[in-house]
Nanobody
Framework: DVQLQASGGGLVQAGGSLRLSCTASGFTSDDYQIGWFRQAPGKERLGISCIGRSDGRTYYDRSVKGRFTISSDNAKNTVYLQMISLTPEDTAVYYC?????????WGQGTLVTVSS
């Protein structure tokens, strides 16, 4: 069974930082991407960053570029999203997603709340 476990969310004041983790288990191929998405209350889920497990290539949405950093520890099958300079607009449930060809697997989501 392939599973994604996301963690690291919480309550933080504006200007603060958090690090989210996404650990994949049960997936046999190394050639996949892990993406971070977020869904704010009443809004659609949007992709904000992703990383290729084998080539390490990264992508950032302009809303987070320069503030968020995605990285991967392949030995631990874990992808991190370091978030700094958080604002209330970053408040959302954050989800990680594993993408491989036609396969798309979602983690359970972790809530990030940024207070002003």
């Amino acid at each position: 069974d392939v599973q994604l476990q996301a963690s690291g969310g919480g309550l933080v004041q504006a200007g603060g930082s958090l690090r989210l983790s996404c650990t994949a288990s049960g997936f046999t191929s190394d050639d996949y991407q892990i993406g971070w998405f977020r869904q704010a209350p009443g809004k659609e889920r949007l992709g904000i960053s992703c990383i290729g497990r084998s080539d390490g290539r990264t992508y950032y949405d302009r809303s987070v570029k320069g503030r968020f950093t995605i990285s991967s520890d392949n030995a631990k099958n874990t992808v991190y999203l370091q978030m700094i300079s958080l604002t209330p607009e970053d408040t959302a449930v954050y989800y990680c997603n594993l993408g491989f060809r036609t396969v798309s697997i979602w983690g359970q989501g972790t809530l990030v709340t940024v207070s002003s």
